[in-house]
């Protein structure tokens, strides 16, 4: 699902064909991307590429849906005690597909049904006393190897900024970003459509380029070409000839789908969390169509009585028809108490919100903290990605993901090259099949001012 762009923050996955001592790199055991394959440059301006899509300038015709009451209305804080998951430590269902010899990591990750993996890489390097990091372009593995593309920019505008994936195939991917004037102002969101073999750009109009492209901008394909970008009150869907803008009744920043069901949650966006979901009425149902994003209301997840303390719904994952998981969590400041770095202490629980087409069931997770075992420093969820089987993985924090099976919660550590740990940034299901990718980075333990930082990927299943 949705992961959180390096546009934001540096993010990192990894992967290994491994190395045998802590001093050792890990081997990236095909060739770094640029070697094989190569970078594509951009096909001239993007000015000079023939218009391949429609952008609506003002929302598309929709029914405004009644939303659904939240059923219950609130989610209590359960006891100190209490933990509804569960989960146990097991041997890891991972392994690692691939370390890159050079310097980065990856940031977003889409996987098509065909296989084809898009992401997006940051490379690094360190430079005296500094450590210069660059955007390492989007690129794709179509079999064994990475190949490199650049986006064009649009007509006088400086390099655009990807923070969104989608992808189809390994012959039609987008790219959601923003673009800012060659001054530095005027920033504006744009899309970036691979077709026929060549990527274009296409500069969004207002109010739309005002909100995707911007942080927390979520991308998924859903079907057979279509395509959702969501952020804030903006939805954008790709219908195979043009990208028809909705408006959102909720703040949404991450989606998820199943086959032609398509879900949308909070995400990283402050505020009160919400869910909804795309629906498509027939004229033989209802004697009208009816077409647009229902708020489904989710339960108020309690918190602690302290000043600093809020709730977030940070993604979604769709398992099937009304089997939809949402994952987030709270979290709270402790006064005059400090975590390992000197920060105010941060205390939480995980929680995952399941919905059966009626109502909500909630299901929380063991107190956490900023401080103590790694496996137990998880305040809320991370990412969510359904598992292919009528499962779901979730990301506890870094190297740590969650899955549920049958009912049954379990843990399963990320590998890592010895010397080297774990950073997922990215989870994504291959449609059609049980494997998930997860991609980020290997970073080193060595304790330098510059920990050395590979790209990775690995997948379950």
Same mark, same amino acid.
């Given at each position: 699902? %949705?992961?959180?762009?390096? *546009? ?58 009644? /939303? ?32 890159? %010899? ?42 064994? *190897? ?6 064009? /920019? ?12 989608? =992808? *189809? ?12 004037? %060659? ?40 079907? =057979? ?9 903006? $939805?954008?869907?790709?219908?195979? %000839? ?9 703040? =949404? ?88 770095? $000197? ?26 903290? @900023? ?33 549920? @099976? ?24 291959? /449609? ?11 970073? @080193? ?17």
């Amino acid at each position: 699902m %949705r992961t959180v762009s390096r *546009a934001l923050a540096v993010l990192m996955v990894a992967v290994a064909g491994c190395a045998s001592s802590p001093d050792a790199t890990p081997a990236d055991r095909a060739s770094t991307p640029d070697a094989i394959g190569g970078r594509t440059p951009a096909p001239g301006r993007a000015a000079d590429a023939k218009p391949m899509a429609v952008i609506s300038p003002r929302p598309a015709g929709a029914t405004e849906l009644q /939303p659904l009451p939240a059923r219950p209305a609130r989610c209590a804080l359960p006891p100190e005690g209490r933990d509804d998951l569960r989960a146990s430590d097991v041997a890891t269902a991972w392994r690692t597909l691939w370390v890159d %010899r050079a310097r980065g990591s990856i940031d977003l990750l889409a996987v098509a049904a065909d296989g084809a993996l898009w992401a997006t890489f940051w490379t690094e390097k360190q430079r005296g006393t500094s450590l210069e990091t660059r955007d390492g372009g989007v690129r794709r593995r179509d079999g064994g *190897a990475w190949r490199t593309f650049e986006i064009p /920019p649009l007509p006088d505008r400086g390099v655009p900024s990807v923070v969104a994936l989608a =992808a *189809a195939s390994a012959d039609k991917a987008w790219a959601i970003g923003n673009s800012s004037g %060659r001054k530095g102002g005027d920033t504006i969101g744009f899309i970036g459509t691979y077709e026929r073999g060549r990527w274009h750009s296409e500069a969004l109009a207002k109010p739309a380029a005002d909100t995707i492209g911007w942080g927390f901008t979520a991308a998924r394909s859903a079907g =057979a070409d279509r395509a959702w970008t969501v952020n804030g009150r903006v $939805g954008l869907l790709w219908t195979g %000839r043009e990208w028809q803008h909705y408006r959102l009744p909720g703040e =949404a920043g991450a989606l998820s789908s199943q086959d032609e069901q398509v879900w949308a949650v909070t995400g990283g966006h402050g505020g009160q969390p919400a869910a909804m979901r795309w629906e498509q009425v027939g004229r033989e149902q209802v004697g009208r169509e009816q077409v647009g994003w229902r708020l489904i209301g989710v339960p108020v997840l309690e918190t602690p009585d302290h000043e600093v303390s809020g709730s977030v719904l940070r993604d979604v994952g769709v398992i099937g028809q009304d089997d939809v998981w949402v994952v987030g969590g709270v979290s709270w400041l402790m006064e005059h108490e400090y975590d390992d770095e $000197g920060e105010p202490l941060e205390r939480g629980r995980p929680v995952a919100l399941h919905w059966n087409g009626r109502s909500w069931t909630c299901h929380w997770g063991p107190p956490g903290s @900023s401080v103590g075992r790694p496996a137990w420093r998880i305040t809320t969820f991370g990412q969510a990605e359904p598992d292919g089987r009528g499962g779901l993985w979730v990301l506890g924090r870094g190297d740590l993901l969650w899955h549920l @099976s049958e009912g049954r919660w379990t843990r399963h550590r990320i590998p890592a090259p010895a010397g080297y740990v774990a950073q997922v940034n990215s989870l994504a299901l291959r /449609p059609g099949t049980g494997q998930v990718y997860a991609a980020g980075s290997v970073t @080193s333990k060595k304790g330098n001012p510059f920990a050395v930082s590979h790209a990775a990927l690995w997948r379950a299943g």
